[in-house]
């Protein structure tokens, strides 16, 4: 079963075309990685998916839900968690979940054991006191996760969810996003530009460029289309776009690439 579906989709800002006419599935359990440089498109296809930016051509649909015509059934099959920081560093991981589950509306009876397993899932019970701002940028994504898992949504979908973090972080995140697919069979759908995280962690890949959809496919299977021996995800990448992926981007790109790590620390 597909959980998520897109054909054709379609978002100009005024004569600039950011998301060109894509398509594509994503099945229920799947982890589908969307690779590509700033400014491809990757972000406000995301927008798109969880309504906060209405498409200018074509459709989608969550769990059978269409984005633009049912938004708010949607927002109630997904959890989002947005690039920059999505919790309140003066409040506790404890307070933090509860906004959440009323936010959620999770009924009154449920969030206090909803809160407590999530805590518990993410290894955080011994800091549910705690002030988020002095967690550790893992610490952090792991909250941001857990607000996003709170009402058990059918899809996860995650804007370069480990910008910023160091290895050991960036594997504890994914070890959690594993578990949730084990535990409730979490669709999972993720941005990045990191080609070793979309290699190492994607059942599937679509490789994004310039607003377009280049190819979509597991890593080995893109890279052994390439015809190189020991091809990298990388090579794959150019061989399906003819570009080099930039990771340092533009001034403002890497200001705000900064910016990000700087809060998650």
């Known amino acids: 079963m597909d959980v998520i579906e897109v054909e ?10 950011a998301v060109d006419g894509i ?22 296809t ?27 059934d949607v927002r109630n099959a997904i959890g989002y968690v947005p690039q920059m920081i999505s919790v309140d560093g003066t409040l506790t991981a404890y307070e933090n979940l509860m906004l959440m589950a009323r936010l959620y509306d999770i009924p009154r009876a449920e969030r206090k054991e909803r809160i407590r397993e999530m805590l518990s899932f993410l290894q955080l019970e011994e800091h549910a006191g705690s002030l988020v701002r002095t967690f550790s940028g893992g610490m952090v994504r792991k909250m941001e996760v ?16 480990t910008t910023g973090l160091d290895p050991v972080a960036r594997n504890s995140v994914w070890e959690h996003l ?6 409730f069979g979490t669709t999972i759908f993720f941005s990045t530009h990191n080609m070793e995280e979309a ?3 994607s059942d599937r890949v679509a490789v994004m460029n310039r607003g377009k959809i280049a190819a979509i496919g597991s890593a080995e299977e893109l890279k052994t289309k390439t015809g190189k021996p020991n091809a990298t995800l ?16 533009n001034f403002r790109e890497i200001r705000r690439a900064r910016k990000t790590e700087g809060r998650l620390g």
């Open 8 to 17: 054709g989709l379609v978002k100009r800002f005024g004569a600039f075309t």
């Open 23 to 44: 398509s594509f599935r994503v099945g229920s359990g799947e982890i589908f990685g969307f690779l590509g440089p700033n400014g491809a498109g990757k972000s406000t």
């Open 46 to 72: 995301i927008k798109m998916l969880i309504t906060l930016l209405k498409p200018t051509g074509g459709t989608a649909r969550i769990d059978g839900h269409d984005i633009t015509h049912n938004s708010s």
């Open 146 to 161: 857990g607000q996003a898992m709170l009402h058990r949504p059918k899809a996860l979908l995650l804007d370069e969810p």
């Open 178 to 183: 594993f578990e949730l697919r084990e535990k």
């Open 199 to 201: 290699d190492e962690v």
């Open 234 to 249: 990388e090579d794959a990448f150019i061989f399906f776009t003819g570009n080099k992926l930039q990771e340092t981007g």
